[in-house]
C-alpha cells in the first residue's frame, strides 16, 4: 500500500496537467464554435449587453412562441419562430434589433395571434362539420 500511495503521488502532478490539458481542450471557445455549440465568442467587455439584450429577446419570443401555440395547436415551437422571423424585418441574429422590433410592433404580432386563433378554430368547425355529415 505504501508503494500504491508513493506511485500516486509520483503522478499526481502529471494526472493534474493531463486532466486540465483535456478540460482545456473542450472548454475552449475555438472547440465549442468548431461543434457547433456556440456561434461566436462574445468579448468580455461586451458580455453584460449581449446577454442582457439575449434574455430579453427569449423572454418576449417565447411569450410569443407559446402564445402562438396556444392559438394554433398544430404548431411546434419551430413552426411558431418561423413565423416571427417571416414577420419581424431586424436582423434576426441581432438581439437588440429583435427586442426593439418585438416592442415596436407587439400590436401586430397580437393581431397576428388572434387571426391564427381565429384560422385554427375555424378549420376545427370545418372539420367538425364535415364529421357530422358523414
Known sequence: KDQIAAREELLKPVSLQAA???ADLHD????????GVIKDAVPWAESRTYFFYLAKRR???DNYVSQLRAA?????????????????????????????YYTANDA???????????????AKIAELE???AE
Open 130 to 132: 364535415k364529421e357530422l
Open 59 to 61: 423572454i418576449a419570443q
Open 72 to 100: 394554433d395547436s398544430s404548431l411546434d415551437n419551430n413552426g411558431a419562430l418561423d413565423i416571427l422571423k417571416g414577420m419581424c424585418s431586424a436582423d434576426w441574429e441581432d438581439n437588440a434589433a429583435v427586442l426593439d
Open 28 to 35: 475552449k471557445t475555438g472547440r465549442m464554435k468548431a461543434k
Open 108 to 122: 401586430d404580432i397580437t393581431a397576428k395571434i388572434s387571426e391564427m386563433k381565429t384560422a385554427a378554430i375555424k
Open 20 to 22: 486540465t490539458e483535456f
